[in-house]
């Protein structure tokens, strides 16, 4: 069974409504929604686990702090088919904040602190037999690198969302098989056009859909699809689990026009509901899909 390791960060993402964001020096009522599994590298592994239930394995690595957060992270992915391996930091765990306005407009900010403690040493470790390797913008750029040139030399496909950006190097980039990215992170790294150059490049486009992009030539370009959109949050990240399932279970190394169409499906799905983690198709809805 193929292998696929997601090195990334794992989160506690707590939803707080206010009527109106707070000025600075200001203090305002809000009322706590959600505290849910967030963080990218968690999320991306969780899509690709279920789509991938039963044909490959899905092995998510991240740093988690020993406190209540990460207790209770913890025992929100024992109910997702992969292996998580949470190494325990002195740190308290990843936290994103997420302030959600009357027009449910989010204002975020996301603690990096264990994200951005794991060393090049264990990412190459935490690489073992792998095939495909998938990273975002959460760890140091020192780190993804590191673990970017040894995924080269061992023949490991390398899959990278650039995302944050100011977790990402252009050399960061130019060490990877295919560049998963949104309008902003292909403008920040200079367009598609040259970011595909001597690669595969996929762009999502919000409710437009997504393009494929080799060689500098857009190649592909499939619409958006999503009955109502209730809460987008996480779509990119589903978008970018399903495309890389759908591409494995073709037994492909290449992304495919009929990937972005799968991808698409999964991200409409994910819009359509309301939170993240219970947003995204479930293995069942993977298995059927897969099946038509
Ligand atoms: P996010 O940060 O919200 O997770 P992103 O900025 O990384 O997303 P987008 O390009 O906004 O990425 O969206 C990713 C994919 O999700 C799109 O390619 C599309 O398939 C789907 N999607 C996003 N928004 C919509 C929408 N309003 N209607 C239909 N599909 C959508």
């Known amino acids: 069974m193929a292998q696929v390791?997601?090195?990334?960060?794992?989160?506690?993402?707590?939803?707080?409504a206010v009527e109106a964001f707070p000025a600075p020096g200001a203090s305002v009522a809000g009322e706590a929604i959600s505290e849910a599994l967030g963080g990218k590298g968690a999320n991306q592994a969780i899509v690709m686990?279920?789509?991938?239930?039963?044909?490959?394995?899905?092995?998510?690595?991240?740093?988690?702090?020993?406190?209540?957060?990460?207790?209770?992270?913890?025992?929100?992915?024992?109910?997702?088919?992969?292996?998580?391996?949470?190494i325990r930091r002195a740190l308290p765990s990843d936290l994103s904040v997420i302030l959600r306005d009357a027009s449910r407009e989010n204002a975020i900010i996301t603690t990096q602190s264990c994200a951005r403690s794991l060393t090049p040493q264990e990412a190459i470790a935490a690489l073992g037999t792998a095939e495909v390797l998938v990273l975002q913008g959460n760890l140091r750029a020192e780190t993804s690198l590191a673990v970017l040139q040894a995924a080269a030399a061992q023949g490991v496909l390398r899959v990278l969302n650039p995302s944050p950006v100011e977790g990402c190097s252009a050399e960061m980039l130019a060490h990877c098989d295919l560049l998963v990215v949104n309008e902003g992170e292909a403008a920040y790294f200079g367009g598609a056009e040259q970011l595909s150059a001597g690669k595969t490049l996929v762009r999502t486009?919000?409710?437009?859909?997504?393009?494929?992009?080799?060689?500098?030539?857009?190649?592909?370009?499939?619409?958006?699809?999503?009955?109502?959109?209730l809460d987008p949050t996480g779509a990119g990240d589903c978008f970018l689990g399903a495309l890389v399932a759908a591409m494995l279970r073709r037994g492909a190394r290449a992304v495919a026009a009929s990937d972005l169409t799968l991808a698409t499906w999964a991200a409409g799905i994910c819009v359509s509901r309301l939170a993240t983690q219970n947003a995204f198709p479930t293995a069942e809805e993977f298995r059927a899909a897969f099946a038509a």
Do not use: F, M, Y
Not at 7 to 13: E, F, H, K
Not at 205 to 210: E, T, V
């Open 5 to 16: 390791v997601v090195i990334g960060n794992i989160a506690s993402d707590e939803t707080l």
């Open 49 to 86: 686990a279920r789509a991938l239930q039963g044909v490959a394995g899905v092995r998510l690595v991240a740093a988690i702090g020993q406190d209540r957060r990460g207790a209770k992270l913890r025992t929100d992915l024992e109910a997702e088919p992969l292996t998580a391996d949470l």
């Open 205 to 229: 486009l919000g409710a437009a859909g997504a393009e494929l992009w080799r060689e500098g030539r857009r190649i592909a370009a499939v619409p958006g699809r999503a009955a109502q959109v």
